[in-house]
């Protein structure tokens, strides 16, 4: 892999996942038409979605990645100022500085939540009148920003909307980083029945008939729990409730509909998910259940990345020998550097096996009998951030190797410092 840097060569990790025959996530990259990053914050999920895009962009691919909260590091290893919610697309010229051979395009958006969810009111909505009244509403504008779970289901929506777009050939998401990771895929159905919910229908009752509120037609206990709050919040608070709903409500139809064509689009054969983690061991009890749920909701678990492995070594030289060494190679470091050089490479192969260890419970999830088993790529460690494209392109080729050169920028003993 091209790259400003090189570190020295190590002994492979025991379990590296990463084979000079192995092609990784490369298949996945040929045959599917959208992959999901699926994790817990801090594991490396957005640098993963880059990188696979990369990846893809290689091979000829014309990538969009879409990513919810990118660091800003991020950004600029793409030679962004930022991330906006317009597409923009890496220009060649930066690749090829690079020295990295990019044959398709990568586009990167980042999601606007509340401008998706504007798109699809005007999509579903009858009549521009209705559409205005609707986005116009002050409840509305609460909801399109700030409503929990409402960043999850905008997400998928706005896959769902750009994965048709033949402007791409390969739609990335790094899902949002919610608690639960996997908030998305219950993200439809819990909209919908918020839409149809018991309180929904009170406030359709009471305002359809007139246009207004009405709190005599509603039953007794009811209407006296509403006029409770609108001493609270004043009258006209409720009537924009009351306002919003209903027209919402008119809109059910519609919406129940795109939430079972999203929710079916995300079981689709052209979907893959891939489930980011590290060997830290909260870190992998998580991605543990992320992996049950996926197989509750039929979907496939089809490939596990495992960042920031630590390598295990085997014999290591003496101190004389790596003093021996430093001293041929012109290295003038501090008295005792062959001692300290040697203790660090101990701790780092204790820290890979370690590793192992709390890997050892991924094993059974690997088994999918559903598609024939995961794929599993560990990323070793890289002892440097990722702040450059050519940085990305290292762990791109670790993900998935280019034809002829699997393993070859899979550096052992190194490992991704760059976090979600």
């Not at 594991?43 to 893809?56: F, I, M, W, Y």
């Not at 030679?79 to 990019?102: C, K, Y």
Request: hydrophobic share 45%; proline share 6%; net charge negative.
């Amino acid at each position: 892999m091209p790259g400003p840097l090189a570190p020295p060569r190590n002994s492979p990790p025991a379990d590296a996942s990463v084979q000079a025959d192995h092609a990784g996530l490369a298949p996945l990259l040929a045959s599917r038409r959208v992959i999901l990053c699926v994790g817990c914050g801090g594991v490396g999920k957005t640098t993963t979605t880059a990188a696979l895009g990369l990846a893809a962009a290689r091979r000829g691919k014309r990538v969009l990645c879409l990513t919810i909260d990118p660091a800003r590091r991020l950004s600029q290893s793409l030679g962004l100022e930022e991330m906006t919610t317009e597409a923009q697309t890496i220009e060649p010229a930066r690749f090829a500085r690079a020295g990295i051979e990019v044959r398709g395009s990568m586009t990167v958006m980042m999601l606007d939540t509340k401008s998706t969810f504007d798109s699809l009111v005007a999509s579903l909505a009858p009549s521009p009148e209705q559409r205005d009244r609707i986005l116009g509403n002050v409840l509305y504008k609460y909801i399109s920003t700030s409503l929990a779970g409402t960043q999850e289901y905008m997400a998928m929506e706005k896959l769902y909307a750009v994965r048709s777009d033949p402007s791409y050939d390969l739609v990335l998401l790094d899902t949002p980083p919610t608690a639960n990771a996997l908030d998305f895929l219950d993200a439809p159905e819990r909209l919908v029945g918020a839409i149809d919910g018991a309180a929904t229908r009170w406030f359709v009752q009471a305002f359809q008939s007139s246009g207004k509120l009405s709190l005599n037609l509603l039953a007794r206990s009811t209407a006296a729990v509403l006029r409770g709050i609108g001493k609270l919040t004043g009258s006209g608070f409720l009537e924009q409730i009351a306002a919003f709903i209903s027209e919402m409500n008119a809109l059910f139809g519609g919406w129940k509909q795109r939430a079972d064509e999203v929710a079916s689009a995300l079981r689709g054969p052209d979907v893959a998910y891939v489930l980011v983690t590290t060997p830290d061991p909260l870190c992998v009890r998580e991605v543990l259940y992320f992996a049950d749920r996926l197989r509750e909701q039929q979907m496939r678990r089809d490939a596990f990345v495992v960042n920031r492995v630590h390598p295990v070594y085997g014999a290591l030289p003496g101190v004389d020998e790596i003093a021996a060494a430093l001293d041929g190679n012109g290295l003038a470091l501090a008295p005792g550097a062959a001692a300290r050089l040697l203790q660090a490479a101990k701790d780092e192969s204790r820290m890979g096996k370690l590793d192992q260890l709390n890997l050892i419970a991924l094993e059974a999830a690997l088994e999918d009998e559903q598609s024939g088993g995961s794929v599993r790529v560990d990323v070793p460690a890289f002892p440097y951030d990722i702040h450059d494209v050519a940085g990305l392109a290292r762990i791109a080729d670790v993900l998935a190797p280019l034809p002829g050169a699997a393993g070859q920028s899979a550096i052992p003993g190194e490992i991704s410092s760059a976090r979600s």
